[in-house]
């Protein structure tokens, strides 16, 4: 939601082309590191490293990929629980950044990624401050003091 601001509230300053344009800009990240990644592969057959060695770096960076893709999805539709191996994980999801660049063009052709998230913590906390300022009866200075027995 960094790139929002506050435009995903009322889907207003621009909110469409923002969008539209992260979700050019993850998708072109994300063909722009798949070249490089065939880059290095190209540069490890001109190497001759190895059959063994090119194809753990395929299926290395392919497993990296699907588990970053799939962290990443789950991360817009809910906060990761304080005890969680998230923190663990940071290494495997940047080598899989992949992933998470196709998680986040996916997401934002249907919504910002963490919309549905912040939009229903949004919605708990103004129901939460509608509820706590209804209660209130008016002004505690303009009270009268109770009277002594």
Known sequence: MRFYGTTWVNHDGGYHLRRAALAVGSLLGATASAYLLRF???????????????????????????IAFIKTWESFGRRPAPS???????????????GSLIAYFLRSLGEAPGEKLHRAE??????????????????PAARRPKRKK
């Open 40 to 66: 290095a592969y190209e540069g490890l057959e001109i190497g001759n490293v190895g059959t063994f060695l090119n194809v753990s770096v395929v299926v290395l960076f392919a497993v990296c990929s699907a």
């Open 84 to 98: 969680s191996d998230e923190a663990s994980l940071k290494g495997l999801k940047a080598i899989g950044f992949i």
């Open 122 to 139: 949004y919605e708990r906390a103004l129901a939460e401050y509608d509820r706590r300022r209804s209660t209130r009866t008016g002004n």
